[in-house]
């Protein structure tokens, strides 16, 4: 009885183990940024999911995100500075470069743009994703394709430091807050649930090194469950009740932190989860833990 108990505790922490691997709380990126302080020294087609799939189709990347050719996130080059309100002003000087969503007011189409601008006017990966968070909590539709862009095409042959890779590897959760409303974003994140996408797509280099494609396909999968859109419930369903695909596909730590994202919006919304159960990665660590103690945790 002794043997058979330390067994399914040794179980049970490896399976942890693997689900934290995969689960990059933002206070995680906080721990691993070596660029805090840079952050001062400058201001800065919706897919059907039948009942039957049990894995989304992969294509080509759209043209919109082909190798070649300036970014299209933006609808003017060359859109004159505007000013922009006190708070985010504020939210571009501070030193901490990961705003939370209470944080962020209601912009409007010009001051989206105005971010987007100067998004692409930095060469800094910490203001950009400090911009990126402000575009996603202020719901910006328009940053959709800089995102996407960012994520296939923008940093290709950049070498990057571990801080800035694990910046980018958030940015498909925060996608997943711009497709409750947007179907690009969706389709997106379904056709990158799978890891052939990835091995598609040609990479920064990072001084830690790459992660490999189903790590990718697990972080489009935590954006999915941000979502909350009946398509990714259905596609994250399927992958659950297929546990055969779901180990070749080698997913199963992204789904398990893919039910606990879903719960912990249900249960709280999405802002509250963001900014003050996911910021810090110990809260995280905590609620997961609380998390895997409920009926479906233990499911």
Known sequence: ???????????????????????????WIAA???????????????????????????????????????????????VASISLPGAVDALLQSPNHRPRMRDVPPLSE??????????????????????????????????????????????????????????LEHLPELLGLLATKDDRALEFLIQGCSPDFWDRVEFWNCDGGRLHSAAWAGF?????????????????????????????????????????LSDLICEYGRMTAMDDHLYEFEDGVRHYGIWKGTTNGIW
């Open 220 to 260: 489009c999968i935590k954006g999915l469950a941000m979502s909350g859109r009946p398509e990714a419930k259905a596609l994250l369903d399927q992958y659950r009740d297929d546990p055969s695909l779901v180990a070749r596909l080698q997913i199963g730590s992204a789904m398990m932190s893919a039910a606990f």
């Open 1 to 27: 009885m002794r043997t058979r108990t330390l067994l399914m505790v040794l179980v049970g922490l490896v399976v942890a183990a693997l689900a934290f691997r995969n689960w990059r709380s933002e206070g």
């Open 110 to 167: 010009a001051e989206q743009t105005e971010l987007i601008r100067r998004y692409e006017a930095t060469d800094s990966i910490t203001n950009k994703y400090r911009i990126a968070r402000i575009l996603a909590f202020s719901g910006s539709t328009q940053a959709v394709l800089l995102f996407t862009n960012a994520l296939v095409r923008e940093f290709v042959g950049r070498t990057v430091t571990t801080g800035e890779d694990a910046m």
């Open 32 to 78: 691993k940024s070596p660029h805090a302080s840079e952050a001062a020294q400058e201001s800065a087609a919706r897919p059907a999911v039948s009942g039957r799939e049990v894995e989304p189709a992969v294509v080509g990347k759209p043209s919109s995100l082909s190798p070649a050719g300036p970014s299209q996130a933006t609808p003017s080059a060359t």
